[in-house]
């Protein structure tokens, strides 16, 4: 690490870019710090994305494992990421006067990385020890049994590790060594490598774990069902009862690989004997063409699973409490909104064409009665009382699906309504700026109703503010399933898959696909004739 004189030399350096203010803070420079390195990320491919790891990846794996305090080690550690989500954990969950010192070690092959992840540690405030090293044959800060937590992205199916330099290893043999069970490839001038380095790794986290320690890494989902000499490693693991949980990811959650990859979670003080697995490939966001991520609210929705696990019945409620909060917020500050573009389009409607005007007044007071149902609900709220709180959040739930309801039914009422007016109407200043604030009263309503959405979501798996297994979501595991399945770790053979049903009688199935294959039909005589166009214009370009 460079001398404590020059800590401050990132910052300042930061701080000659305009337009950032001269009292920012460390946390702001560090947002910026990562931002840039998404962007290099996704520009650089390959190259830029072998230390780059998304920031919603790495929340969820942090959430999981909830560190604390202590020492995190990080021995593939790229930019640092890892380590920057585990302070901004432990710093957005202390408590008063509680020990939330934190140490991080790193290791990282490539040189200019390792500069990237130690100006990332500067800048968020952090100590630790970052070098350069191959971890496959380095252990420079002496990892077996060191570290309370350890979270890692290491490069995946790696075939090209010295075999006798690693067989000797207690970081890796402890539960047994992959090798090849026919003949081995020689590769390295002559040298026998290991077959694949994914359980090199595997073995590496679970060693560099004190007593009491966790883990959280990512690993391509190939490793879940491991064959060979893997395969005994992966049965040991299981029957050592060290494996807490597996997550799937969804497919392009990278910026550079779109392999399918599997959250592994380790620890070392497990109170069951079970394997907690969860099927997140659903549960995403699509941010372009290429790439997914999750929202913060899937974040947080994911780990609650674990800590409904772990008998954090308390997480649950609060968490809900907070949807609320978000909520009825955003409502109590569009309500106002609501009312002056009722009044706005009733108007309007009136002018132009004077009958049939939509009736606001119900939904009206339809949200005057939520906002009142909310502040009789925080009057008795007491988020300790568990059964008690759930019961009330699942009253108020009850209330709020009804109004968004009758809310978009109006919209869409109001919609139709002036599009008719718009056919006969030329477009005007007052019909411009009508369908202004319409469209932002439906950009409105789809926020407003996006965390009541996540309350859905929550009480629909979880009513009693308890775990269960859900279809298609998660299963627990024990240790007789996880046989049955031949030890596998594919979350997909455990948890199952949810049928959707589309809520169409068989007349309206019927009748939509009549309608999508008469717009088949038509599109299909379209081609045809721009076709013939295009055969025309060809020959007459030709001299035909």
Aim: net charge neutral.
């Amino acid at each position: 690490m460079r001398k404590p004189e020059y800590r401050g030399l990132p910052k300042q350096l930061l701080k000659n870019f305009a337009d950032i203010p001269k009292d920012a803070s460390g946390d702001m420079f560090g947002q910026i710090y990562e931002y840039f390195l998404g962007k290099f990320a996704m520009a650089e491919g390959q190259g830029g994305g072998e230390f780059f790891t998304p920031r919603s990846v790495v929340r969820v794996m942090v959430q999981i494992i909830e560190p604390h305090n202590g020492t995190v080690f990080d021995p593939a550690c790229g930019s640092g990421g890892m380590f920057v989500q585990s302070a901004q954990f432990i710093e957005g969950r202390k408590s008063p006067g509680e020990d939330t010192s934190l140490f991080v070690y790193g290791q990282e092959k490539t040189l200019e990385t390792v500069k990237l992840a130690k100006m990332n540690i500067a800048v968020n405030g952090l100590r630790g020890d970052i070098r350069q090293a191959n971890t496959y044959y380095e252990d420079l800060h002496g990892s077996f049994e060191k570290f309370d937590y350890v979270l890692a992205n290491p490069p995946f199916n790696v075939d090209d590790v010295n075999l006798a330099k690693v067989e000797a290893d207690r970081r890796f043999n402890t539960y047994g060594i992959p090798r090849n069970k026919t003949k081995a490839k020689a590769k390295d001038k002559g040298a026998v490598t290991v077959p694949n380095a994914n359980y090199l790794w595997i073995n590496l986290f679970a060693t560099s774990l004190k007593k009491k320690g966790r883990a959280a890494l990512v690993m391509a989902n190939s490793a879940s069902d491991a064959r060979h000499s893997e395969a005994d490693i992966h049965k040991t693991l299981i029957e050592k009862n060290l494996i807490y949980a597996m997550l799937t990811l969804p497919s392009n959650m990278f910026y550079t690989v779109t392999l399918p990859a599997t959250l592994w979670f380790f620890d070392k003080d497990k109170q069951d004997n079970k394997i907690l697995f969860i099927d997140a490939r659903n549960v995403f966001i699509q941010i372009d063409r290429a790439h997914r991520e999750f929202t913060e609210e899937q974040i947080q929705n994911i780990a609650i699973i674990s800590r409904l696990h772990r008998g954090n019945h308390q997480a649950f409620v609060e968490l809900v409490d907070d949807y609320y909060k978000n909520g009825f917020a955003r409502l109590t500050e569009n309500r106002p909104n609501l009312e002056a573009v009722s009044k706005n389009v009733i108007g309007f409607l009136k002018e132009n064409n004077g009958k049939d005007i939509p009736n606001f007044a119900p939904v009206l007071k339809d949200a005057d009665r939520l906002l009142k149902a909310y502040t009789e609900y925080k009057k008795q709220i007491d988020l300790a009382l568990i059964d008690k709180a759930n019961k009330a959040q699942r009253k108020l739930a009850e209330t709020i699906a009804p109004f968004f309801a009758s809310l978009h039914e109006l919209l869409k009422e109001v919609d139709k309504k002036v599009r008719h007016i718009e056919k006969d109407l030329k477009m005007n200043k007052d019909l411009k700026s009508l369908k202004i604030e319409l469209d932002n009263l439906h950009k409105e309503a789809k926020a407003t109703e996006y965390f009541f959405g996540h309350i859905a979501w929550l009480h629909e798996r979880f009513p009693e503010a308890k775990y269960e297994d859900v279809t298609g979501l998660c299963k627990l595991a024990n240790l007789d399933e996880v046989k049955e399945q031949e030890y596998s770790l594919n979350p997909g053979r455990y948890v199952g898959v949810v049928i959707e049903e589309d809520g169409k009688t068989e007349e309206e199935f019927i009748e939509e696909m009549i309608a999508l294959n008469d717009e088949l039909n038509k599109l299909n005589k379209e081609a045809k004739e721009l076709e013939g166009v295009i055969n025309h214009n060809i020959r007459q370009i030709a001299g035909d």
